[in-house]
């Protein structure tokens, strides 16, 4: 005897064996009980969802004469009825495929065959397959039929496209709409095959075939078989991880230890590993996005099913390092790395070099993280980022504070008791403390720009929100080098302080007039804000214009 397919073979026969559309087989079979059983019915989701498996129970349903309608409003599947309609033999019951019969004769000969009545049965049912394929003058045949159809005639229209269907007909029909079967009911279906086909299997593998199919039960029904024509009557985690070329679990969990560790030295070896295994560069992100994204549910203490005791366990240790907004951040990069490699002509470079960066990346560090080492007063600067164990970071030599602590008149910091205006937990001392932090961080980013910031760079002015920096040495090409560090040196910023600090060049701190002592405001011009003033004498200085009315200068954004 030929094989036949899982989805064949275990096409369900009663309502209740359709498996996740509850909310469509209950109304049907009310329907039934009721006997208000509309002429016309429209059935819409994405393919292998039971659709016309749906349809045929219907139709069964609709003829069986031993259908109990006080009971559970099954067919009895073994009347001569329904058994003809199993056969492809039942008279009564046609079956069309739009796809293939769209036109508009098509359509005509059905509006004529079926005035005739049913040969056997009670009604005559129709059941058109992938109904958006009909062409227009072929809709409009059919509408007539639709509006007004013979009493024994009942249309089970299905489609997997329900926005191409013209509203007349939509007016017309009663809908349904299957939705994509979740893996929470995929999985114990596919236990409930293997246990009758009598084959051994993991739970793990069947919840991995279930998510893989992404809704469709056929889909599954389809990777069962070949899983298990692969691995003899058994599904087996490795085989079918290999079916479905999924990456083992360890080496997803030791990619993740890699990147929250900062362990660069070992990126070179695992990167080696993946090339031997020839991995797909593409799948490989895939599943590292859904590994990290389980491990987000994990850290959020949520349910994750399909995964065993151990493996859970696993996760949690090589994910124990990496906060839930690190986690985010990684699948946000490889999500977008993802994207990139689809053009890309050279896909293992531009993952490793992509890998190696994930884990040289400093952690996220949050607002309430800041304010707590704020609060506990301690060590901030040095204990910020990359608790790492390559070292990589431990050679920076901590710096004192860069040399010019200069507060501008009439710029009172946080420290003062004056709250500033854009963030009340960020003063001008508070920066001065976090710079060498600072300068590590955009040292990883561009060296040569840190050491400029280490050595001649000065915080001049910062209101809350905007930071102005001068260089030392005050000439306009120094300048022009600082504001190109700007991106950089913002991102190592708001690493540190939490913060998306505005970057302002500002004109050398020796050409102002430095006061510490002085608190007052300058008596001209009336008091604009430093960052203002510096930036409208640097613009004047740059582009040789002249003051026509201070009052009204305009900050750029
Ligand atoms: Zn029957």
New binding site residues.
């Given amino acids: 005897m030929s094989y036949q397919v899982l989805a064949r073979r275990w096409r369900p026969k009663r309502f209740d064996e359709v498996v996740g559309q509850e909310h469509v087989t209950r109304t049907i079979k009310n329907a039934l009980k009721q006997g208000r059983l509309a002429h016309a019915f429209l059935f819409t989701g994405p393919r292998g969802v039971g659709k016309t498996s749906t349809a045929r129970i219907l139709a069964?349903a609709v003829?069986?004469?031993?259908?109990d309608l006080q009971g559970d409003a099954e067919?009895?599947?073994?009347?001569?009825?329904?058994?003809a309609l199993f056969e492809d033999r039942e008279m009564d019951v046609i079956e069309m495929d739009a796809a293939s019969y769209n036109g508009v004769d098509d359509i005509r000969r059905i509006n004529d065959i079926c005035r005739l009545g049913p040969v056997a049965g009670k009604k005559k049912i129709y059941i058109i397959d992938e109904v958006h394929m009909l062409s227009k003058p072929a809709f409009n045949a059919f509408l007539k039929t639709l509006e007004e159809p013979p009493e024994h005639v009942i249309f089970i229209l299905a489609t997997t496209d329900v926005q191409k269907l013209p509203s007349t007909i939509l007016s017309r029909v009663q809908r349904f709409d299957f939705r994509p079967v979740q893996p929470s009911d995929v999985a114990p279906h596919l236990a409930h095959i293997c246990k009758e086909e009598k084959w051994s299997y993991d739970e793990e593998a069947l919840w991995l075939i279930a998510r893989r199919a992404e809704g469709s039960l056929r889909d599954a029904e389809g990777l069962l078989d070949q899983v298990v024509s692969f691995g003899g009557n058994k599904v087996l985690l490795e085989a079918t991880r290999d079916v479905l070329g999924i990456l083992p679990s360890d080496l997803l969990a030791n990619a993740t230890k890699l990147v929250a560790n900062h362990d660069v030295k070992a990126v070179p070896e695992f990167l080696d590993d993946l090339a031997l295994r020839g991995v797909d560069y593409t799948e490989l992100l895939k599943s590292l996005q859904g590994y990290w994204m389980d491990l987000v549910f994990l850290k959020e203490d949520l349910k994750l099913a399909g995964k065993s005791t151990d493996e859970i366990e696993n996760m949690k240790q090589a994910g124990a390092d990496l906060s839930i907004e690190d986690t985010f951040r990684l699948i946000r990069l490889a999500e977008s790395l993802e994207s990139s490699l689809k053009w890309s002509t050279s896909p293992r470079v531009r993952f490793e070099i992509s890998f190696l960066r994930w884990a040289t990346l400093d952690r996220s560090v949050t607002i309430r993280e800041l304010l707590d080492r704020l609060e506990n007063g301690a060590d901030f600067p040095t204990s910020a980022p990359a608790s790492g164990t390559s070292g990589s970071s431990t050679s920076a030599p901590v710096k004192s504070p860069p040399t010019a602590r200069a507060v501008l008149p009439g710029k009172a910091p946080a420290v003062s008791g004056q709250p500033a205006s854009g963030t009340q937990d960020l003063g001008m001392d508070d920066l001065h403390k976090m710079w060498p932090d600072v300068v590590r961080i955009l040292r990883k980013r561009d060296p040569a720009a840190a050491a400029l910031a280490d050595t001649s760079w000065t915080l001049t002015a910062f209101d809350g929100k905007k930071l102005s920096l001068s260089c030392q040495s005050g000439d306009s090409f120094a300048t022009d080098q600082m504001k190109k560090s700007f991106p950089n040196l913002k991102v190592a910023l708001a690493e540190v302080t939490g913060h998306d600090l505005i970057l302002i060049a500002a004109v050398p701190v020796q050409s102002l007039s430095l006061d510490p002592a002085s608190q007052v405001a300058p008596p001209a011009p009336p008091a604009p804000s430093g960052e203002k003033e510096d930036l409208f004498a640097n613009l004047i200085n740059r582009f040789g214009g002249i003051e026509i009315n201070p009052g009204t200068a305009r900050e750029p954004k």
Avoid: D, K, Q
Wanted: charge should be neutral.
């Fill in positions: 069964r003829n069986c004469p031993n259908i067919p009895c599947n073994v009347c001569e009825t329904c058994l």
